[in-house]
């Protein structure tokens, strides 16, 4: 039995046990879903073993278990590491889903869940691919899982680990799902991540909530304040106006942005899938050049005063925000947070004081595409969808590719199958169902030309 048709007579259980996967609800950022997070490692582990995975554990860190797994089948052949994350964004707002987010269904070919792309279907896709590989014995090199719980909240614990791992952890490259392709038409591959510096501002006036009526017109709205502040940081060519903040942004040549240029990113039809009239952001640059080779700086939440039902007047005493920063090759999540807090210390007008409080960060990385184990994932992408993965780089983050790099001297391979609207970290996420067995099917054609590429 070949790959494809081991696919077509299991499918139905690969989609049933990612199901399963998904009912439980593994968010890392809310503590009242501890006990479910640590149940997901087992779950994770548990299907690794099943799979035909040795050494299985839960590695214990000062969060939740790194899930590490792997099969070695001859110490002289090359070895890939899989990474991956168990763990999920919270599943606000409620009311936004079409069905609990935590109760998995299948409409119009999409598996409708939190998690279902983000990374719990990309993550399943190379047990499954695993799997195949083990009961035809057609696994060409060795393979080592680690699959953490806490990469929606910065992966700190992860950094720690591979620290300490180096020896356990040793192999020749990391194999990463959990980014997208361009459509399913146009498949691509992803060789470049934007860091970031993600960080929460409070802003207090008055030492306590006032009467809006008795106080307005006397002190300085906290509120009010802050919008200001935030507005005044983006110029009116959508340039962000921190001093210094485009100091170290790499630059790109004229070839290498005509070279971007080509890839079938349509604005049209991200327009029409967001109901937007209009894309916005830096003057001079496309939408793409913008969510990939340029740092941005985007209001994540913003709240303070009363929001609760009806009206009741009130002048404020404090007003905050979350704020991040998406971050290009050459700037550091530690320069940028320290160049955003000097300025907001610096605008902050008398009447109010400031606070900022950094939350986390993550560093930009670019990967090689002169490697031989990019030359597997596209040839692996040739052999499965008959077409050649366009080069991209993309704009969110995922910080333990640069530490990856920095600890194990290591390059990842950016083979995500996701698509920009499957509505990761947004209310009914999803993922295709084309996608995820297009996925089962490609993983082990990349093993398949890395074993043969290494010889
Ligand atoms: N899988 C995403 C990152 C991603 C999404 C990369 C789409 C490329 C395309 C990852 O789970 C994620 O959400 N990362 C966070 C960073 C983290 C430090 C919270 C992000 O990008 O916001
Ligand atoms: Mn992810
Ligand atoms: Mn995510």
Redesign the pocket.
């Known amino acids: 039995m070949n790959t494809l048709q081991y696919i077509e007579e299991n499918k139905d259980r690969f989609l049933s046990e990612l199901m399963d996967l998904l009912r439980i609800p593994s968010v890392s950022a809310d503590s009242k879903y501890s006990a479910d997070v640590f149940r997901t490692a087992e779950f994770v582990k548990d299907s690794l073993v099943a799979a035909g995975a040795d050494n299985a554990e839960l590695c214990e860190t000062a969060g939740y278990p790194i899930v590490y797994a792997d099969k070695i089948i001859d110490p002289s052949l090359p070895t890939v590491l899989v990474y991956g994350?168990y763990d999920v964004?919270p599943p606000d707002p409620l009311d936004l889903w079409h069905s609990p987010p935590f109760e998995p269904v299948i409409k119009d070919g999409k598996i409708y869940a939190r998690g279902a792309c983000?990374?719990k279907g990309q993550m399943y896709m190379h047990v499954k691919a695993f799997e195949i590989m083990m009961k035809q014995g057609t696994l060409p090199c060795n393979v080592k899982f680690m699959i953490e719980g806490e990469?929606?909240?910065?992966?700190n614990n992860l950094g720690i680990f591979v620290a300490a791992n180096k020896a356990k952890l040793k192999s020749d490259v990391i194999l990463i799902s959990?980014?997208?392709i361009l459509s399913n038409d146009n498949p691509s591959l992803?060789v470049g991540?934007r860091g970031?510096a993600?960080l929460e501002v409070e802003v207090t006036g008055p030492n306590r909530d006032l009467h809006s009526g008795t106080f307005g017109g006397v002190v300085r709205n906290p509120i009010n304040t802050l919008c200001q502040m935030i507005a005044s940081m983006h110029d009116e060519n959508g340039k962000v106006s921190i001093p210094g903040f485009y100091d170290n942004v790499e630059i790109l040549s004229t070839e290498e942005r005509t070279e971007m240029g080509r890839a079938p990113y349509s604005e049209a039809e991200v327009m029409e899938d967001l109901h937007v009239a209009a894309l916005h952001g830096e003057k001079g640059y496309s939408a793409l050049e913008r969510k990939s080779i340029r740092p941005t700086l985007d209001v994540n939440g913003m709240w303070g005063g009363y929001i609760g039902e009806g009206a009741k007047t009130v002048l404020p005493s404090k007003a905050f925000a979350k704020i991040?920063m998406r971050l290009v090759p050459n700037q550091t999540s530690e320069e940028i947070t320290a160049k955003f807090k000097a300025h907001f210390e610096a605008i902050a007008p008398a009447g109010v004081t400031v606070e900022v409080r950094p939350h986390?960060g993550?560093e930009p990385a670019v990967t090689p595409t002169d490697s031989i184990a990019y030359q597997a994932a596209v040839n692996a992408f040739e052999e499965a969808w008959g077409k050649k993965p366009i080069p991209m780089r993309?704009?969110?983050?995922?910080?333990i590719v640069a530490l990856f790099e920095k600890e194990l001297g290591l390059k990842s391979v950016l083979m995500?199958f996701?698509l920009d609207t499957d509505a990761?970290?947004s209310p009914n996420e999803h993922y295709g169902i084309f996608n995820y067995l297009k996925g089962i099917e490609t993983i082990p054609l990349f093993y398949k030309h890395y074993a043969v590429l290494s010889k």
């Open positions: 994350h964004q983000d990374d990469e929606e909240v910065g992966s959990d980014t997208s992803t991540l970031l993600y991040s986390h993550g993309e704009g969110g983050s995922i910080p995500g996701g990761i970290h």
